[in-house]
């Protein structure tokens, strides 16, 4: 008899899947460091300096598990939101609480709906627990709420997903049409709202939402405009008895009291939180100068990131990021067409962008180089 670990027959039949490889990795596989982390769309203007603070002090009570309800700060959120603690969840980045949800809802060939190249992630974890995922494509670089909502309603699908802002390509919808999406949507189908970049869109982008209305669960994080991405803190608002099923499958003891300290501080500093605003809004505006000197055209963003059409396929654009990563300059892209003619570049510092300003027509003329 043969040991070894006896998987479950979907474990079995999964292929080994990384949603992202991190530039860690990529940096352990090159043998050398990125000059300009431009790729993974953190926040490169840190966490507010009251957050760090209260990380360090966490620091020295790390020996302590972290307070398994996060009391203090769903609190804190409550009274920000507006919401009861009963609407709250907090969990590890959206992307934990993207596991549970799918862990609680989806079973073996149950359909979910999602975009044609939107935030992968969700897909890693509905495909994790059998879910049978169906996409409909993107219109004009947006998701396209009509054909999710015909998606979910022809296939009976458990949960359709929009993430608004958009990610990979910065495109936003206004609250109005979100809002018509949840009054569209088929009995049954959860509205995954996925709000990570809600920061940076403009007003009038968060639709109202009644926190007892049970058809949508709306996702947030400290990952983005907070500058928390290596604390992973996330949170979910929604209907009280969608968020108490959460405690049953969560782990209670995933957030450190590190991360929980810096959270609650990082919602205290409004002040901070407008100035990364700011400064990623005119790093926006420079990334898109950069991109129109060497003739690429930038797509509207309301996210820390902008995509930047290479004019080109998506084999084009994948030579224009191989060549970027040469110089020392980490971008990312969109995984399928037609939004791989695009590559995408996270809001940076001053100093990140002048070397990709100085890296990008290089970049540029080798990738058509070896097209030709
Ligand atoms: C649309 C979207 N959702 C969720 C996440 C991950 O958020 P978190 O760090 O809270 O897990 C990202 C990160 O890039 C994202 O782009």
Not at 103 to 124: C, I
Not at 171 to 200: K, N, Q, S
Not at 290 to 310: E, H, Q, R
Request: aromatic content about 6%; some cysteine.
């Amino acid at each position: 008899m043969t040991h070894g670990p006896r998987f479950t027959p979907l474990i079995v039949s999964l292929p080994a899947a990384v949603p992202f490889v991190g530039p860690e990795a990529l940096e352990r596989a090159r043998g050398h460091p990125f000059r300009a982390r431009l790729g993974a769309n953190e926040s490169v203007f840190g966490p507010s300096p009251r957050s760090v603070a209260a990380m360090r002090e966490a620091a020295g009570e790390t020996w302590k598990y972290g307070d398994s309800e996060s009391f203090e700060l769903k609190a804190a959120l409550s009274s920000r939101l507006g919401v009861g603690p009963q609407h709250l969840t907090i969990g590890e980045g959206i992307d934990g609480l993207l596991g549970n949800l799918v862990r609680l809802t989806v079973a073996p060939g149950d359909t979910v709906v999602t975009s044609l190249g939107a935030y992968p992630t969700f897909n890693y974890h509905v495909t994790g627990f059998g879910g049978d995922l169906v996409t409909v494509p993107y219109a004009d670089d947006r998701e396209d709420p009509d054909a999710l909502i015909a998606a979910a309603r022809e296939t009976g699908a458990k949960l359709v997903y929009i993430a608004n802002p958009d990610n990979p390509m910065g495109t936003w919808h206004g609250a109005e049409r979100i809002a018509a999406m949840i009054e569209a949507l088929p009995e049954g189908t959860l509205l995954v709202l996925d709000e990570a970049y809600i920061e940076f869109a403009p007003n009038g982008t968060a639709p109202e939402i009644d926190p007892d209305d049970a058809r949508v669960i709306r996702l947030r994080t400290f990952s983005k405009a907070h500058g928390l991405a290596g604390a992973r803190v996330g949170y979910a608002v929604g209907a009280p008895e969608l968020i108490a099923a959460f405690d049953k499958v969560r782990n209670h003891f995933g957030l450190s009291r590190v991360s929980q300290a810096g959270a609650l501080a990082a919602l205290a500093d409004e002040s901070w939180l407008s100035e990364v605003r700011a400064k990623v809004s005119v790093a926006r505006g420079r990334i898109a100068e950069i991109a129109a000197a060497c003739g690429l055209k930038p797509l509207p963003s309301a996210t820390n990131f902008v995509a930047l059409d290479c004019g080109g396929d998506g084999a084009l654009a994948r030579r224009v990021l191989a060549e970027l990563a040469e110089r020392d300059v980490f971008v990312r892209m969109p995984g399928v067409a037609p939004l791989d003619r695009c590559i995408r570049v996270s809001a940076g510092t001053p100093v990140m962008l002048d070397l990709f300003e100085a890296a990008l027509p290089k970049a540029l003329a080798a990738a058509r180089e070896k097209q030709d």
